[in-house]
């Protein structure tokens, strides 16, 4: 066991979540082209999920592509969807052994029918792990997901299925991509940005937020368990007072 939050009075974070921004600065300065970063940073991810499973983290929420990723020059989308097969051919039988389940969070439809098919397959034939819940969120906007989620309610009032005061938090919870799972405790941004950028704004509400200067590719043991530390001295009172 290489961290110590354990052994600490307080408890980890059940839920990490991580935005893991840094990576075209990573390889700037090294005179890299961004891909590589990219690259790096899907090792580091990689890192990761051994690190929390050795501190007993159970779900594990990065944000891998954005619905505004688009955005950016079509070389560098391309290299990030190509990347995606790739990381999982590499590591199944590693993820395999250490128990990660993999869950995807995100709108599907605009994916290229291999990273769609390599969700599906990952999905499934990790279904019965239960040691740690990778949750990549993938073409995911929190504003996309909660228009979505707000749609389906709408149909279900308009098809008479749901009565307009059963639209209760929990109800719209539900219609979340992945109810099941319990909100983030932790978020954690790398690159020194203190924003969530459309990542998990419902799912949000009562998360501590953590921010490093330290670039993706550069997070490992040393700065989650800063991170972990620093956590471990929040008062999280969710709305009640101080005991
Ligand atoms: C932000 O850094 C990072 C991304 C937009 C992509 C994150 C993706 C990975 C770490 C790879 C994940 C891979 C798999 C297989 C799930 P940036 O490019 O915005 O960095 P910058 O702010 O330094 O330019």
């Known amino acids: 066991m290489l961290g110590g939050a ?8 059940r839920h990490l979540a991580v935005i893991m921004d840094g990576n075209g600065r990573w390889a700037k300065n090294r005179l890299m082209p961004r891909e590589i970063g990219h690259r790096r940073g899907a090792e580091n991810l990689r890192t990761l999920c051994v690190l929390c499973r050795e501190r007993n983290i159970r ?37 395999e052994e250490e ?27 990790s279904k019965s792990r239960q040691m740690l819940d990778l949750i990549i969120a993938f073409n995911y906007g929190s504003r996309r997901e909660i228009t979505a989620a707000a749609r389906s309610l709408a149909k279900k009032v ?18 979340l991509y992945l109810p099941d799972i319990p ?35 550069d997070f490992g043991a040393a700065e989650l368990d800063a991170a972990l530390d620093d956590f471990r001295k929040r008062q999280r009172r969710f709305g009640e007072i101080c005991q």
Not at 158 to 175: K, N, P, Q, V, Y
């Open 99 to 125: 128990g990660i389940r993999l869950r995807f969070a995100g709108d599907r439809s605009e994916l290229p029918k291999d990273v769609v098919k390599t969700m599906e397959e990952a999905e499934e034939s």
């Open 59 to 95: 779900y594990l929420t990065v944000y891998a592509f954005s619905t505004e990723n688009w955005k950016r020059p079509a070389t560098e989308v391309g290299a990030l969807m190509a990347l995606f097969p790739r990381f999982f051919k590499k590591y199944m039988d590693e993820l």
């Open 183 to 217: 909100d983030p405790d932790l978020i954690i941004r790398t690159g020194g940005e203190m924003r969530l950028s459309n990542f998990l704004l419902w799912q949000a509400a009562y998360a501590e937020f953590y921010s490093t200067d330290c670039l993706w590719p």
């Open 6 to 13: 354990e052994t600490d009075s307080g408890r980890p974070p």
């Open 158 to 175: 308009s098809d008479g299925i749901l009565h307009i005061e059963d639209i209760t938090e929990d109800a719209f919870t539900g219609c």
